[in-house]
């Protein structure tokens, strides 16, 4: 993830934005420990289901998270009818929240810090599969230098254990689950509008694609009115655009993957800007610097309520009084061509 300082055009342009369109960034803070067990780890039920179990008590910990009072109803046995066909299926929603299935690169410093991305994006952890065994366990931290995990396995010991101490390691694991997107009553009751595990890119290898995954959700009480999604080149210029309109309280990013080609970008550094706005006229906007470069491809994924701080989101810079007027004329012009 680009961490580098922003230039002091976009930090006027993020200020310019939110006096122009009254930004509302309203991310919801939990103030949620998962690694306290509150009865989230069990054991597998029988031989071969140590995907389902450790997938379970992910979306366990989920619920807890969410806030859902009967996230111990969660099981092996409540997730089997939707996630188990001779195998945990690659995809499947439960409870409103949705899993999906990825592999992790071949190599060992690569493989380490995907996981240690993942579980930062991730605190309800993910199902970590180690084919050489064959073996899965809920691998649910990154604390301290030292993997976490639950390992289903009725001969391992129980709760939340050093990744060394299971049957799984991070050299032999080749794939992964994860919670995609989540629609629980926590963010469906957040007043404000959020972003909810949206893919955005860190680096994308020159010519390759990117799939535009997650979804945007209104506040309770309103609905969508519109989702604009564009990369702007260094001088904030936009290069693609796209634009849907939008009667509802969630949209999926899906719908306009088609219309962001990451493929046809050229060697360099740009911007992904994601806006939102709602029925009552509030606004949102989500920027992230990437690059493309002949490297690795790698992307990460936000979610507004892990955001505490509201990074993405805007960034508060000094008011200088005697450039606004200009700033905010200008950018009124500048953001009619970007999705005019």
């Known amino acids: 993830m680009n961490t580098a300082a922003p230039s002091r055009k976009k930090k006027l342009l993020s200020l310019v934005l939110t006096l122009v369109f009254l930004l ?3 991310p919801a803070a939990f103030a949620v420990d998962l690694n306290v067990d509150a009865g989230f780890y069990f054991k597998q039920s029988r031989g071969g289901t140590c995907t389902l179990a450790s997938a379970a008590m992910m979306l366990r910990r989920r619920a807890y998270f969410d806030g859902l009072t009967d996230w111990s109803s969660v ?7 939707t996630a188990w066909a001779n195998g945990l299926s690659h995809s499947f929603t439960y409870k409103e929240m949705q899993v999906g299935y990825a592999t992790l690169p071949s190599s060992k410093v690569e493989k380490i810090q995907t996981l240690i991305t993942l579980l930062s994006q991730h605190p309800e952890g993910i199902v970590l599969y180690d084919r050489s065994q064959p073996h ?15 390992d289903p396995a009725g001969n391992i010991s129980s709760g939340r254990i050093p990744l060394t101490s ?11 689950w994860y919670v995609t997107s989540d629609h629980n009553s926590v963010a469906s009751a957040a007043d404000g509008l959020r972003l909810e595990g949206m ?3 860190v680096n994308i290898q020159v010519g390759k694609g990117m799939a535009l995954t997650g979804t945007a ?7 969508l009115t519109s989702v604009q999604v564009a990369i702007l080149d260094t001088n904030d210029q936009p290069v693609q655009t796209a634009q849907a309109v939008v009667e509802g309280t969630s949209f999926s990013f899906k719908s306009v993957d088609s219309q962001i080609k990451f493929g046809e970008l050229a060697e360099g550094t740009y911007t992904y800007m994601v ?6 006229g509030e606004t949102l906007c989500f ?9 690795s491809s790698s992307t990460a994924t936000y979610w507004s309520a892990q955001d505490t701080e509201g990074t993405k989101l805007s960034e508060g810079i000094q008011q200088i009084e005697t450039t606004l007027t200009d700033a905010a004329e200008t950018t009124m012009g500048w953001l009619t061509s970007l999705f005019g």
């Open 136 to 150: 899965a366990v809920l691998l649910t931290d990154y604390t301290n230098g030292v993997f976490h995990c639950s």
């Open 166 to 176: 299971s049957s799984v390691s991070v050299n032999g694991a080749s794939c992964y």
């Open 199 to 201: 893919s955005y890119p």
């Open 217 to 223: 959700n209104s506040a309770s009480g309103t609905t």
């Open 24 to 26: 509302t960034c309203l």
């Open 275 to 280: 806006m939102l706005t709602d029925s009552n």
């Open 75 to 81: 099981t092996e046995n409540s997730v089997r009818g």
């Open 287 to 295: 920027t992230s610097d990437f690059t493309v470069s002949d490297g």
